[in-house]
């Protein structure tokens, strides 16, 4: 398919972890519909090796397809598939990485998870979801450390332990949502200082998709809201890294018949399952309307 000429630049992200289900389809809906006229791309997030499967990833073109979407570039667009596989670009996370071990934005976290959950302080209940994770209580920060123990962490391998970004505590960080209108959470109170690389020597999912985002010149970044406080992250680290922040529009989440957001276990919701008992993906597309 070929790009049009608007400047807009969106991308659908999944990972293959697991089969599409319907709420993957709605918001990924929303994004090809903010990208008509502009440049629609897939990405393939499958830097998350024990969970991702190739099979996921067959799966996912085959239902997007059915489902009726198109992209541009990326897997299965016609073009070079390489560049938008999450597993072929390691080299362009680990700069990354070394750009913010080099700033002083990060530093080794030797907490084991025990250490991390008895330690932890519930995040702030304020409008940003009551965060996604206990804030981590900042142990291994360097200005906890002594000096020796600092400059010895300081010298440490990449791989071996996970590294942390240090939030700017008690800033406040401010977005316009285009779905959802002004934002804003408080660094250290809605959430703490995050993993950026981790054990296994691979960027988190943070890393990952703020440089990703950034080289594949994304202008507005559509997802689930169930990624709003992790916005407050990559605008960080956009700024760590001197990149500039897409615009983001988060998509109300789908929930169950009882109110629990679809996840990938909703297995008679996955698009495979819709489409074995005969459902249409027009016929689906008008129940959200
Ligand atoms: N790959 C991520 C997921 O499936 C989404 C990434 C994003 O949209 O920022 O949850």
């Not at 992209?71 to 680990?94: F, I, K, N």
């Not at 990060?106 to 994770?133: F, K, L, M, Q, W």
């Not at 999912?205 to 809201?225: K, N, S, W």
């Not at 605008?235 to 890294?241: D, Q, V």
Request: charged share 25%.
């Amino acid at each position: 398919m070929a790009p049009t000429s608007s400047g807009y630049r969106g991308r659908l992200a999944p990972s293959p972890t697991g089969y599409l289900h319907l709420g993957h389809a709605r918001t990924f809906w929303t994004a090809q519909q903010r990208a008509a006229g502009g440049t629609l791309l897939l990405r393939n997030e499958d830097l998350d090796q024990a969970r991702c499967r190739p099979e996921y990833v067959a799966a996912m073109l085959e239902d997007l397809r059915w489902f009726g979407f198109a992209w541009h570039e990326g897997p299965d667009c016609g073009g070079p598939r390489a560049p938008y596989d999450q597993s072929a670009r390691l080299g362009l996370y680990q700069s990354a990485f070394e750009q913010l071990r080099h700033a002083g934005c990060v530093y080794p976290c030797t907490c084991s998870r025990r250490d991390i959950a008895e330690a932890a302080a519930a995040p702030h209940e304020s409008g940003v979801g009551g965060g996604d994770e206990p804030l981590y209580a900042g142990r291994c920060r360097p200005e906890r450390l002594d000096p020796a123990e600092r400059a010895r962490r300081a010298a440490l391998p990449r791989a071996g332990h996970p590294w942390r970004f240090r939030v700017p505590d008690g800033r406040r960080l401010d977005f316009f949502d285009t779905a959802r209108g002004a934002q804003s959470a408080v660094a250290g109170a809605d959430f703490g200082d995050f993993v950026v690389w981790r054990r296994e020597d691979l960027p988190s999912y943070q890393l990952a998709v703020v440089v990703d985002d950034a080289a594949m010149g994304i202008t507005e970044v559509v997802r689930g809201a169930d990624l709003l406080v992790s916005t407050y992250r990559q605008l960080l680290l956009y700024e760590a890294l001197g990149l500039v922040a897409p615009a983001f529009h988060h998509c109300p989440l789908l929930l169950d018949a009882e109110g629990r957001r679809l996840a990938k276990r909703h297995d008679s919701l996955s698009l495979r399952a819709l489409r074995a008992a005969g459902r249409s993906p027009e016929a689906l597309r008008a129940e959200w309307v």
